[in-house]
């Protein structure tokens, strides 16, 4: 069996990082203790652009009822201005960028900076032909994770460390072993050790712990606070309480507990709009401002998953799958992520690491647009001829194999080409997505309907694909962008002086009349092509 080891997922995504504060400040110590680069940030502030450029949208806002929500990812950021009167979105902008470029393999960090200027350059686009003065409120989805450390001056003292950074693998083991259930490298939790093994200077100099969404709410209010969502990805949350564990903040370090900021309710604007900032944005001064959340949580609001029986599936950058439970789902080996949401309930998740970046990898190794491949791979049987793609360029997340790479087998003279190439990609990341199902309905999580968001959702094949390996119907919100739409929503909740699952229950997102049903001709075919990449990940990466 002939296999191929990819190229890791830095090659692609470590692009484009900006220059220092969007907001005027200094955002990257000298002192930070970090190997040095060959001047990335003139690099990567040349190549920092917008991925789109939307017209005005042909809608006339409702007199003071808009809100703005911003979704602070990975590889941009995006805005959408939502008009809650007429309960449609009336503005969108997005702003790529990448990661830091590096010559250590496991790393992905970003500078706090580049999101700030994405924000600020979707915000422009996202507010063309609106009058801002309507704007009444905002919320920041953030991608989860990432560590921003801050001192006592409020700079940055390095770049942040994100979600897909799996250099704190030895770290995770050790937490692991004291928390007694397996934390994977992702969480912030490892990051904190990771930089007090390798960084002590930085550690100790670092005064405030925040998240990206939280960053961004600081530079936004001024206000260091952090909700319960978000808070849940640091790994040292007390999900039940909703407070943070005292003895897991000491095992990372006795100071640890007075670096975290206090906890805010769902439900509450966590302050208003400063001066400064609004100047900035082209907003009015003194809005309220939103808790936000980690991008997962966000996006459930954004796809109604308010209640029990809705699961999403998220493609994006990493895939994911969650939805609201009433009650903790907790789940040891790691496989399913103990969350809270961002209503006040809970909501177990599956991760993975390597999503869309598979896809991305293949299809530009080709040279071909996003139509013409999948055109291709549409072409090809189910199962791609026997080739199995396991898609874990950065590591993987889900199973827990950090230092897992990108691994092609099976490949046969007649199986070399793009459109197989392409549909093995989506196969085997929709694989990894469906062994996180797999475990949810083990452990009792109710699922009624499937709900599919994110870039990857806008791929019509990935889209059967996905009904064919799962074997249930799929359902998909109109509005692809769930994230910000969910950041818009809370904020909207917000100004209404709302709890935010009742704003959402009473304010359902619209769903799309399509509908993918599964063909289960090729149920079996599925089957035993994920039970193939299964073994397969076992054998190479066990």
Known sequence: MAHLVSRTISARMQKRARSPGAFGEPLVTESMTVPPTPSPIKRLS???????????????????????????????????????????????????????????PNAAEQLPSTWEEGMEAAMAQALEGLDSACVQGIAVSGQQHGLVAIDSNDEVIRPAKLWCDTESAPQAAKLSKLFGWNLVPGFTATKLLWLKENEPENFHKMTKVMLPHDYINYKLTGKWVMECGDASGIGLLDI???????????????????????????????????????????????IQVAPGSGDNMMSALGSGAVKSGRLVVSLGTSGTLFGYCAKPVMEPSGTIAPFCDATGGWMPLVCTQN????????????????????????????????????????????????????????????????????????????????????????????????????????????????????????????????????????????????????????????????????????????????????????????
């Open 46 to 104: 040349r190549n920092m652009k917008r991925v789109s450029s939307h017209p005005t949208l042909d809608v006339v806002a409702s007199n003071n009822a808009l809100t703005v929500g911003v979704d602070v990812g990975t590889q941009g950021t995006k805005v959408l201005v939502y008009d809650y009167a007429k309960r449609e979105v009336v503005g969108r902008g997005s702003y790529a960028y990448g990661l830091m470029p590096s010559d250590r």
């Open 240 to 286: 039940e309480k909703r407070r943070f564990d005292e003895e897991r903040c000491k095992s990372v370090d006795e100071s640890l507990l007075s670096k975290l900021p206090p906890l805010v309710s769902p439900d509450k604007a966590i302050g208003t709009l400063l001066p400064e900032a609004a100047a900035r944005l082209k907003l009015p001064s003194g």
């Open 355 to 542: 999503c869309t970046t598979a896809t991305e990898e293949v299809r530009e190794c080709f040279g071909l647009s996003h139509a013409d491949i999948t055109a291709l791979a549409e072409a090809e049987p189910a199962g791609a001829r026997g080739v199995n793609f396991l898609p874990y360029l950065a590591g993987a997340r889900t199973p827990n194999w950090p230092h897992a790479s990108g691994t092609i087998l099976g490949l046969t003279p007649g199986s070399m080409r793009a459109g197989v190439l392409y549909r093995a990609a989506i196969e085997g990341a929709t694989f990894s997505l469906y062994g996180g199902y797999l475990a949810m309905k083990e452990l009792g999580v109710e699922v009624s309907e499937l709900f599919v968001v994110g870039g990857g959702s806008k791929n019509p094949l990935w889209r059967q694909i996905i009904s064919d390996i799962f074997q249930v119907p799929l359902r998909f919100p109109t509005e692809a962008e769930s994230a910000a739409l969910g950041a818009a929503l809370q904020a909207a909740a917000i100004c209404c002086d709302a709890p935010v699952a009742k704003y959402i229950g009473e304010n359902m997102p619209p769903l799309s009349d399509d509908v993918v049903l599964p063909n289960s001709d090729i149920a079996e075919t599925y089957a035993a092509a994920y039970q193939r990449h299964v073994n397969l990940g076992k054998s190479l990466f066990t």
